[in-house]
């Protein structure tokens, strides 16, 4: 425990940050509120992004630099000195969140815990913006404290809170914790929100956000941690769920018009309570031992394909070379592995079921996609015919094996694009599809099996299964799942194609499918 103490709190930049920390607390003549913001500056949210981010080179230095900008301004707090020290400060959230957004393009929309990290790095920089708006004196609507006050709340209830909640994540997963995550990402824009435009929506807000403290308290004691982490981790927690109660009596005295609390008391008990027992508390519970990424990166060949695809004059018969590689084929009827082995031999009709709730967005999005002419579907849900044609494309411009492109189109105008090949991984063959986009490719990677008699192809699949987006050299996964199940019935097939968005149902088409 004390080898993992010192090397997670005994780096030289965090000592360097614990020596300026000593200095301000022994000689600044600011108030004790601007302390409770510097020790979060100085030494929580430096040591915790130590525990989840490998800094670039020139890292340590940067927040170095920092540090001493942070450290002078309990000195020099008026005229241009102080803007440019606050504006090297906001220069730090910006390269910090930046680290966030590139942790989030190498992974994208998936391991909830990660993106918990991501968001409270991103969170840093939202703090920053607010310090420079009290240092710069800039009107915000609010008077001058409440602006550093809102400072304080990104740096411990936005920052730290949300990374020490992706840590416990690496640890614990349930769907009520999911839960409790996304309250606490949207709590402090919500509170924000209540503040400025509906006292109700304030008590309402923070309401909701007691009882996602609550639950994460009830969550860290059921969890089985180390001793001494488990202990300090709960104390921690724990805190909030006593802090977070002057939260509420100050949004109510908003609300009714009758003091319970005032910015002195939550100056006094929340903020000092904040400091003391939820961050240095809670820092020094991840020191003892930081979880390990649970998140695994996916290797499997993409599309090197981007834009708007060279045509080749080369016709390929099917989108697959045998089903087979695929599925065990003998529990489904001879036409379906036919269709996908000689796809040119049959014919299409769709019927494009947008949900209603999605239809504003699919007709905003209709204008760009006649333009890139891909992923452009109809807004009417009539039965129409899908023409197509299949041709091969060149395996060293693709960059996968034995590329195929299937060309639809609806009334002569193209409606996708899709390029077909495979790909292994642990034994299991995925179907790996290309959809190239304007400086990127969209790629769809299903999971085939057989059920009843029916071919099931789907992206929400433990492995490789998901839907990615490439730019350049990151490839994230988007919060988006697709799922087709194809029947036979005589020599027709029907095809029905369902796709999800953050798990709401958006779009449905129904095929139907003969030979011609």
Known sequence: MLVNLRNNLGKPVLLFGFILVAICFGFSEQPTFMLLLTIAQLIFIPAMIKMVVDLPRGGDAIIAVMMIAVTMLHWWTEGWLAIVLALIYVVYTVFIASLGVNRFLQRGFTNIAEISIDIGLMYLFIGGLWFFSFIAKIDTGFPPLITWLTAIHFHYSACLLVISLGLFGRIHQSRLFNAILVVIWCGPFLVALGITFSKILEVFSVGLYIIAIYGLFILALKTKFPAIQGLLLRISYGSLCITILWSIMYALSNLLGHSFVGIPEMLKFHGVINGVFFGAV??????????????????????????????????????????????????????????????????????????????????????????????????????????GRIIKIDEQQDGRPAPRAWIRAIDKQTTFVAIYSKHTTDQTTYMNIALPLPFSTMIGVLYLYEENGCLHLTSAHDGDAGIYLAIHRFLFQLPLQEYFVITAKNEILTAVHKMRIFGLPFLQIDYQIEKK
């Open 282 to 387: 809670g820092v020094l519970a991840w020191a003892i031992a930081v979880p390990k990424r649970t998140h695994q990166s996916v290797q499997f060949p993409v599309s090197q394909i981007r834009g708007k695809l060279r045509e080749q004059n080369d016709p390929h018969p099917g989108l697959v070379d045998a089903l087979h590689d695929f599925v065990d084929t003998t529990a489904l009827s001879p036409v379906i592995p036919h269709f996908y082995e000689q796809t040119e031999q049959y014919r299409l009709k769709a019927s494009v079921k947008w949900k209603a709730w999605f239809k504003p967005f699919a007709l905003i999005y209709q204008g760009f996609s006649r333009y890139i002419q891909q992923l452009n579907l109809p807004l009417s849900s009539q039965q129409i015919e899908m023409t």
